[in-house]
């Protein structure tokens, strides 16, 4: 929240640690320095949000899997504040922080597998593209959305449309 709320200049850790209602000694007990605090922050938010989005995607194939998964995260864009700031951080603050991309990518990975996943166990996908082809745009469509709500949330498709939106472009990378 810090890092969204700061920047990466701003989130000193005299700023993160007053915002976590710890003291800096105790922060810097856990880190040796702001951008090892940043990476570690990255890396525990996509995972646990990984674990909530994928576990509670509905459905049995393929295309209700992914239209689900991708519906719940522009909800959690516009709803979660904690999510809004884990896509903030890692679009604005991580390229400023990290000159090597592998540490911000590392919990892509994750996501991209969990994406191969849902696509290689549906047989009824009869997409001309492989399975990790599909998983691979279904993460561009992630990272286009946390890019947008970041910079420009009104296009994203709203609770009314979202639905429609969402299963278009699943059907999109699908076919």
């Known amino acids: 929240m810090a890092f969204e709320e700061k920047g990466w200049r701003g989130a000193t850790f ?26 570690e ?15 509670d995607t509905p459905g049995s194939d393929a295309t209700s899997r992914l239209e689900g998964l991708l519906v719940e995260y522009v909800r959690l864009l516009e709803t979660d504040p904690v999510f809004r700031a884990l896509a903030s951080s890692t679009v604005l603050v991580a390229p400023q922080a ?4 592998s540490a911000k990518g590392a919990g892509l990975d994750d996501w991209h597998t969990r994406v191969l996943s849902i696509v290689a166990s549906d047989s009824t ?8 082809q599909v998983a ?17 949330p009104q296009d994203l498709p709203h609770s009314a449309n979202r639905k429609p939106a969402i299963a278009a472009l699943v059907r999109g990378v699908l076919s």
């Open 14 to 39: 005299e700023a993160i640690a007053e915002r976590a209602g710890v003291t800096r000694g105790a922060l810097h007990h856990h880190f040796r320095d702001k951008a090892t605090l940043l990476g």
């Open 41 to 55: 922050a990255l890396s525990w938010g996509w995972g646990e949000y990984a674990d909530r989005v994928f576990t």
């Open 98 to 101: 990290f000159a090597d991309t």
């Open 136 to 152: 691979g745009l279904v993460l561009v469509l992630l990272q286009g959305l946390t890019v947008t709500a970041v910079t420009r």
């Open 125 to 132: 996908v009869t997409s001309s593209l492989t399975p990790a």
